[in-house]
């Protein structure tokens, strides 16, 4: 009788120590999951406020069909680039911004769907035709960062590489 009780002391106990766990991880990914919404989701557009174009259209008119005018200073310290990312390469190229500056990037493509990661950062941007993707940063260190696009886009894809020029 005695080892009978002894016994269930010991699984009770075993019992609780894993309740107990299972709830303080269930706090802990809950406070992981609001630590992420709150830090992660500064420049992104929510969905509802997309921008769209023609994607017949977006190499002779709007703001990417001239590379030489693509990166636009809208603040004292904002730029906005338009990037078309086409098959296979990514218009302008390179693009020259200043260190510290917050980058608009808008981005959309003529043809297919791609891809822009930049390398060195958090930037990884699905491209769809017909519509402009938005995405907001700021380059802390200058230097050169390439692009690539990681999402297959023809036979070509592995030559799709383009540069951000971060300049002091």
Same mark, same amino acid.
């Given at each position: 009788?005695?080892?009978?009780?002894?016994?269930?002391?010991?699984?009770?106990?075993?019992?609780?120590?894993?309740?107990?766990?299972?709830?303080?991880?269930?706090?802990?990914?809950?406070?992981?999951?609001?630590?992420?919404?709150?830090?992660?989701?500064?420049?992104?557009?929510?969905?509802?406020?997309?921008?769209?174009?023609?994607?017949?259209?977006?190499?002779?008119?709007?703001?990417?069909?001239?590379?030489?005018?693509?990166?636009?200073?809208?603040?004292?310290?904002?730029?906005?680039?338009?990037?078309?990312?086409?098959?296979?390469?990514?218009?302008?190229? *390179?693009? +020259? /911004?200043?260190?510290?500056?917050?980058?608009?990037? !808008?981005?959309?493509?003529?043809?297919? %769907?791609?891809?822009? &990661?930049?390398?060195?950062?958090?930037?990884?941007?699905?491209?769809? *035709?017909? +519509? /402009?993707?938005?995405?907001?940063?700021?380059?802390? !260190?200058?230097?050169?960062?390439?692009? %690539?696009?990681?999402? &297959?886009?023809?036979?070509?894809?592995?030559?799709?590489?383009?540069?951000?020029?971060?300049?002091?």
């Amino acid at each position: 009788m005695m080892d009978e009780h002894r016994a269930h002391r010991a699984i009770l106990a075993y019992e609780k120590a894993w309740l107990a766990f299972s709830l303080v991880m269930l706090f802990a990914f809950l406070a992981l999951i609001g630590y992420t919404l709150v830090t992660h989701t500064s420049g992104v557009i929510p969905a509802g406020k997309l921008e769209r174009v023609d994607p017949t259209k977006v190499r002779t008119e709007g703001p990417w069909a001239d590379p030489a005018q693509a990166v636009v200073q809208t603040g004292p310290h904002q730029y906005t680039v338009h990037v078309l990312a086409f098959a296979f390469g990514y218009q302008p190229n *390179p693009i +020259e /911004v200043p260190k510290g500056a917050e980058i608009v990037f !808008k981005i959309t493509s003529p043809d297919v %769907i791609h891809g822009f &990661y930049v390398e060195g950062t958090n930037l990884n941007v699905e491209v769809l *035709p017909g +519509e /402009v993707s938005t995405v907001r940063y700021t380059f802390k !260190k200058a230097g050169e960062y390439r692009i %690539i696009c990681n999402q &297959y886009c023809g036979v070509g894809h592995q030559n799709m590489f383009g540069k951000i020029v971060v300049k002091e």
